[in-house]
């Protein structure tokens, strides 16, 4: 029976969820995932993600969110950073999400990273995509996804999400809610100005009719 990595649920309600990061990269200790809710899409952006999820590239890659930095969206925008800016990057503990590879199988995000980290004898903190530049000379990363699968040796791929969205954490790893807000505030801004630039290509193309109130004559 085929495996679809990346593909699961929430415990509580059964909503079905595509996960970026099974491990955020910087959380110590890991505790959250980020994940994307089906259900609050567009349908177009819906088409192209659940297309994205089940072709070969998602499904050799580690994290979804590799794939999803280099994917564009119906729109030309790209799917990581619309996601990032949009909100519909959800972080959810990985204990509140459970895998479903295949119709038959089930198992706990939590637990799945646990199995992955115990192959590989290192922690769940180091299941999180590291960059390829950081890497001593020699070192590679490993890569194990699905229920069944081993790991194998991998060459490092894109590390998706903070490159992807202009997101960039610190020296040391982590975002802080100063980084997002400061984000936030720039993805705002640029969102503005393109918003104003576009009503004045309008105007020029078709000028907004004015309509005039004619004053009543008092007597």
Request: overall charge negative; proline content about 5%.
């Amino acid at each position: 029976m085929a495996e679809i990595k990346h593909v699961g649920r929430l415990k509580k309600n059964n909503r079905k969820v595509v996960v970026a990061y099974r491990v955020i990269p910087g959380e110590n200790p890991p505790v959250n995932s980020l994940v994307i809710d089906t259900a609050t899409l567009r349908d177009e952006d819906h088409d192209v993600l659940i297309k994205t999820v089940e072709s070969n590239s998602s499904q050799t890659a580690f994290e979804f969110a590799e794939v999803m930095a280099r994917t564009q969206l119906s729109d030309g925008a790209n799917m990581l950073a619309r996601f990032h800016s949009t909100g519909k990057l959800q972080p959810l503990p990985m204990s509140e999400i459970e895998m479903t590879p295949n119709t038959a199988t089930v198992i706990g995000l939590d637990e799945l990273n646990k199995i992955i980290a115990d192959q590989r004898g290192v922690t769940i903190s180091d299941l999180a995509l590291k960059d390829p530049n950081e890497l001593k000379p020699g070192e590679s990363i490993t890569e194990a996804g699905s229920v069944s699968e081993m790991p194998k040796t991998t060459n490092p791929a894109v590390v998706a999400e903070a490159k992807a969205a202009n997101l960039q954490a610190p020296n040391d790893g982590v975002l802080t809610d100063a980084d997002l807000a400061a984000k936030y505030r720039s993805d705002a801004d640029r969102l503005y100005k393109e918003a104003k630039a576009l009503r004045a290509q309008a105007e020029e193309l078709v000028p907004t009719t004015k309509k005039k109130s004619s004053a009543k004559a008092t007597t």
